[in-house]
């Protein structure tokens, strides 16, 4: 059973930038899992934002959702057991609020593929 907790949300303003954080507890090894961040807006589905594979020979991959593509970045640190997101030039639709997720089948976007999940974090742009 892995637990993930989620810190780094907040209130910012359009333009501006936040990162969060991820934090992996329990489980295999955390080098092992696909990690994804996913969000969820009121009256919306709950949606992939970006994911990372497993540490592989050739190190790891990335996918993300053609709406962040340019202005976030995923990234992790096996040694922290820790998954970031980096968010620049937020824009107002991107207030959600943001699930860690962890899974070992593949890395896409379905939520399906993602066995463990983080309580979220609430992200706020204003315009």
């Known amino acids: 059973q892995v637990q993930l907790v989620e810190s780094g949300g907040g209130l910012v303003q359009a333009g501006g930038s936040l990162r969060l954080s991820c934090a992996a507890s329990?489980?295999?090894?955390?080098?092992?899992?696909?990690m994804g961040w996913f969000r969820q807006a009121p009256g919306n589905e709950r949606e992939f934002v970006a994911g990372?594979?497993?540490?592989?020979?050739?190190?790891?991959?990335?996918k993300y959702a053609d709406s962040v593509k340019g202005r976030f970045t995923i990234s992790r640190d096996n040694g922290k057991n820790t998954v970031l997101l980096q968010m620049n030039s937020l824009k107002p639709e991107d207030t959600a609020v943001y699930y860690c997720?962890?899974?070992?089948?593949?890395?896409?976007?379905?939520?399906?593929?993602?066995?463990?999940w983080g309580q979220g974090t609430q992200v706020t742009v204003s315009s």
């Open positions: 329990g489980g295999n090894i955390f080098s092992s899992y696909i």
């Open positions: 990372i594979s497993a540490l592989g020979l050739l190190g790891v991959s990335t």
């Open positions: 997720a962890a899974g070992g089948r593949a890395l896409g976007s379905a939520a399906s593929l993602y066995a463990y």
